[in-house]
């Protein structure tokens, strides 16, 4: 191949490559006031997430107070049900107040942590949401919890039970940002389902293990979500920082393509 087409098409690649970081760069340029504070929240319920997981409780605490004096006062670029906001707010609150009591357990500190962490996630991550990763862990709790169930043991299907619903409460705040209230009650309502089953002293092992395959199948549908393509993800977001990114790419292209035909086509020439 002739040097000067490889060294076009080093600069095809180059120029793809440089346009990933330009698009990220117009993006944040362009991004309103609201999302700026907005991420900025973001990015301090993550280091008290990291601090909290290190065990920096000192560090943790001071963000968390951070967010609890910013939070209220802030703009938010989405709009949220009442409900939604208060869980978000409560949930901010209480991590507060856990992190402030010395008898607080690293464990339930953790616990805190992470409920404000995906809480605050959500609302700057409307496609991609942190609390949709712990679809695998809660997978893998309700298939212990079914398991425990097939097996009539009630000792571990209580454990179980607990366990899985403490997941369930950490992740709450985060889901009702994204999901229907048709969509919120309904898993409400299967779990006080259970919970009113496990009140029985004599378990209906039958009735128990229908209510857990379908809390489970309702949990499944509130984690998938809605069925979106990459190309309908793309063409609902205009602003994105994956369309700047194919503008950018494409421009680049198209010129360094161009620029390699007219050379190519001169070399050609001059070789007849």
Do not use: C
Request: proline fraction near 4%.
């Amino acid at each position: 191949m002739p040097k000067n087409i490889k060294m076009l098409l080093l600069l095809l690649v180059v120029g793809f490559l440089l346009s990933m970081p330009i698009s990220y760069f117009v993006t944040k340029m362009n991004q309103p006031p609201e999302e700026k504070h907005l991420a900025e929240l973001d990015k301090v319920a993550g280091e008290m997430l990291r601090a909290t997981e290190k065990g920096d409780y000192d560090t943790a605490k001071l963000k968390i107070e951070r967010l609890a004096s910013q939070f209220p006062n802030e703009t938010l670029p989405i709009s949220l049900r009442i409900e939604s906001l208060n869980a978000v707010t409560q949930s901010i609150l209480s991590a507060k107040k856990a992190y402030t009591n010395p008898k607080t357990t690293e464990n339930r500190l953790l616990w805190h942590a992470t409920q404000v962490r995906v809480a605050v996630d959500a609302l700057s991550h409307q496609r991609s949401p942190m609390w949709r990763t712990y679809y695998n862990s809660y997978s893998k709790q309700m298939q212990n919890l079914l398991q425990a169930a097939v097996e009539r043991d009630t000792e571990t299907l209580r454990a179980q039970y607990e366990e899985n619903y403490q997941l369930y409460l950490a992740l709450r705040p985060a889901m009702t940002i994204q999901l229907k209230e048709q969509a919120m009650d309904k898993v409400t309502r299967k779990y006080e389902e259970i919970a009113k089953h496990l009140l029985n002293q004599k378990l209906d092992w039958q009735i128990m293990r229908s209510s857990i395959r379908e809390l489970s199948s309702t949990m499944q549908e509130a984690f998938v979500g809605e069925d979106q393509t990459a190309v309908g993800s793309f063409m609902d977001n205009p602003e994105s920082t994956y369309r700047l990114m194919v503008w950018i790419s494409t421009l680049v292209t198209i010129s360094l393509a161009y620029v390699a035909w007219i050379k190519y086509s001169a070399m050609k020439q001059r070789r007849i």
